[in-house]
């Protein structure tokens, strides 16, 4: 019966919601002098979120749904490196002051393609220009397959403590069905040295929806990650939109499993998982239950943004580099996701900016509301009306209710655990543009 529930809406396109509203919503209307003016309202006694976009990997990924390139040449990384120095630089400047800093997130493509003496130059600079404080998370994503002894080296004089490894599968067939060859032998002496750089916390990436891919092999990778000891894992369903990302086309469509396959594999692992003690986190992620995380989730502080579900609870994202998106209390803002222009824009003193959103009373309105379902699974729509002293158009959760995936308690709604995995479709009740949008979204499972 659970199975067949979902399935009526397993095929859906919605948004992941990681912000609301979502990039598709961003504009051109906000422009770099529009960004700078943000910049320079920010509150210096607050502490700021910092990501950094690397969009560049050794060898593409089939499955990658990333703004990235793969290129082997040195040249167009150097010059990245050194654009991205000039660009901490500008925003610090235009800020006017030296913001506090709790979190740092490098994401790419793989942020370790960098030489390392290009990371340490880079970390150094913004504890020159930013107040990176002591207990600062800094996380950086790693490709297991290249991480060396001098990045790691670079990783312990920047403090780097936590990382995400892209693990995706384990098994042969799928590895080879998306070009990415990485045996357990490679990701176990990886895990080895960013446990001897004092790197303390270890996320893992699975996908489920690959070619190739069935229940039994969804299993065994989930039980041979279990065996490295990550604190947490993010299980993402992966989407396929060749029309967006052309490399997918390599990937034979006849290879991939339907939806109720799809569905079948991410209950696989979420089963070995909670087996295991990790607890799900949100409709997606998984932690060790006494991760900061899990926590997180417990005492009504977890957070979702751009880098999926967090305990940062910074109110503004300084996003860095080709493509990168920050939210800042006024809205969003996005670069230019040319790296060309990015670099032609840093190289004469500007902001990048592209696109971006600027939010009404009523955005910031919703925008609660399908943060806290999406990260509690459950949300008093009139309590958030009340607070931002507006009205909430009823939304219409009818079918939802009648298929059993949401009850009500008074004015709280709240989606039941066994259906956590449509939590995207429920909150889409709830956004003010979805009806009205060309966007093209992944499917909800």
Known sequence: MRTDTILKFATERVPRYTSYPTAPHFSSTIDAPTYGRWLAELDPGEPVSLYLHVPFCRSMCWY??????????????????????????????????????SHIH???GSPTYLPADRFATLMDRI???????????????????????????????????????GIQTFDDAVQRAVNRIQPPEVVEECVDMLRDAGVSGLNFDLIYGLPLQSVENCISTARTALQFNPDRFS????????????HQKMIAEADLPGAAARLAQADAIADVLTAHDHVAVGMDHFARSGDALAKAQRDGTLRRN????????ASAIIGLGASAIGRLPQGYVQHTSSTHEWERRVGEGELPT?????????????????????????VDPERHAVRHGRELPQPDLEAFEAAGIVVRDGNRIAVLPEYRALVRSVAAAFDGYLANSTARHSVAI
């Open 354 to 378: 592209a696109r971006g959103y600027r939010l009404t009373a009523e955005d910031r309105l919703r925008s609660d509301i399908i943060e806290e379902l999406m990260c509690t699974m459950s």
């Open 127 to 165: 504890r020159q220009r930013f107040d990176v404080l002591s207990d600062a998370e800094i996380a950086v994503e790693v490709d297991p397959r290249i991480f060396d002894h001098a990045m790691q080296d670079a990783f312990i004089a920047a403090g780097v403590t936590r990382a995400s490894l």
């Open 306 to 313: 751009f880098q999926g579900y967090t305990t940062d609870t």
């Open 64 to 101: 990658c749904g990333c703004h990235t390139r793969a290129t082997r040449q040195n040249d167009p990384v150097e010059r990245y490196a050194d654009t991205l120095l000039r660009e901490i630089d500008i925003v610090a400047a235009t800020a006017g002051c030296r913001l506090k800093v």
């Open 235 to 246: 299980v993402f369903g992966y989407a396929h939109v060749p029309h967006m990302k052309p």
């Open 106 to 108: 490098w994401g790419g």
